[in-house]
């Protein structure tokens, strides 16, 4: 079975500071791993995702995640937060053949304080 | 930039009344899904639907729930007798292809629903 933890519910940086948000994922297949973040009252907008390409992969907004199969993690990292990056952030595995259902983590709540 | 919409964004009704939230998924995308969020709990995937059928359906997913697009532009979830533990977000999302698992899924901004 497949599953999504995510280490950390809340994760507070002062504004200019690294970000590190931690996922670890459990899986038979090789996964697809996604980022997604919400910010209040909006929908869930995909950060980045992993489909078996490159294992450093970039996204929006100064985002980057590392797959590492060793570790079965795929962390989210930002060298410097900003105000707006205040918001919940969701790590999410797929795999194929399953009708493109996403499993998603618990969520970790950033909050960036100037 | 084209985005999922919901309607309505929030909704309150009495246990046992049926309940149809309503999205309107990105216009050239051909695989829709529903997934659930209870307060407090994870994001749970609900129902895949493409070419008129579902794909895929989770446990949750039981004879009260139903799906349907009803014209070229609508995706509906039906809640037929609602419970107390159906009070949750229900987040609609589509995407252009979907059985490699690959492909992003755009979401809509949520139906809160409150059943009392």
């Known amino acids: 079975a497949q599953s999504v933890t995510q280490l950390d519910s809340h994760v507070s940086v002062s504004e200019g500071t690294p970000v590190l948000l931690r996922c670890n994922y459990s899986s038979s297949y090789s996964p697809s791993l996604f980022w997604y973040v919400q910010h209040p009252n909006k929908g869930l907008q995909l950060l980045l995702k992993y489909t078996s390409a490159a294992t450093l992969v970039k996204g929006i907004n100064g985002f980057e995640a590392e797959f590492k199969k060793s570790e079965t993690s795929f962390h989210l990292t930002k060298p410097s937060a900003h105000m707006s990056d205040a918001a919940e952030y969701f790590c999410v595995v797929s795999h194929p053949n399953q009708g493109g259902k996403l499993i998603f983590g618990q969520g970790t709540e950033l909050s960036v304080k100037p | 930039e084209p985005e999922v919409t919901q309607t309505p964004s929030h909704q309150v009704t009495q246990m046992g009344q049926e309940v149809i939230l309503r999205c309107v998924p990105i216009s050239n995308h051909l695989y829709f899904y529903w997934y659930r969020q209870i307060l407090g709990q994870k994001v749970e995937f609900l129902v895949s639907f493409y070419n008129n059928e579902i794909s895929e359906k989770s446990e949750i997913f039981d004879d009260q729930f139903s799906v349907e697009r009803p014209d070229g532009s609508n995706f509906t979830l039906k809640i037929r007798s609602t419970k107390l533990e159906d009070s949750a977000m229900y987040f609609c999302?589509?995407?252009?292809?979907?059985?490699?698992?690959?492909?992003?899924?755009?979401f809509g901004p949520g139906t809160r629903l409150l059943v009392l």
């Open positions: 999302a589509s995407s252009s292809r979907g059985r490699e698992g690959q492909e992003t899924q755009y």
